[in-house]
């Protein structure tokens, strides 16, 4: 039962931007955290923005003024803009909902590739 549902991923040059989408139920989208992770080849998943249910937000500092996370609530989808990508962006990129500490839902992830 797939709870978060990804798109937006591709190919993408250097330089260029890319907007991520995670569509999920109300109930999960209204009481829980989304956050938005990526995990390189060979690397360990990490945190790259998240956003409370309050619209607080918060950002890994390899992405700060590149990346943007934001929620639509009628839609009950939330989005990472991402500009100005850099070949070390390169990932496979997950939605999450829950603590950022320890998720409880997690998407199938897609893949981003940025080209030097």
């Known amino acids: 039962q797939v709870q978060l549902v990804e798109s937006g991923g591709g190919l993408v040059q250097a330089g260029g931007s890319l907007r991520l989408s995670c569509a999920t139920s109300r109930y999960i989208f209204s009481i829980n955290t989304m956050g938005w992770y990526r995990q390189a080849p060979g690397k360990q998943r990490e945190l790259v923005a998240f956003?409370?249910?309050?619209?607080?937000?918060n950002y890994a500092d390899s992405v700060k003024g590149r990346f943007t996370i934001s929620r639509d609530i009628a839609e009950n989808t939330v989005y990472l803009q991402m500009n100005n990508l850099k070949p070390e962006d390169t990932a496979v990129y997950y939605c999450s909902a829950g603590p950022t500490s320890n998720p409880r839902f997690w998407g199938q992830g897609t893949q981003v590739t940025v080209s030097s």
């Open positions: 956003i409370t249910s309050s619209a607080s937000t």
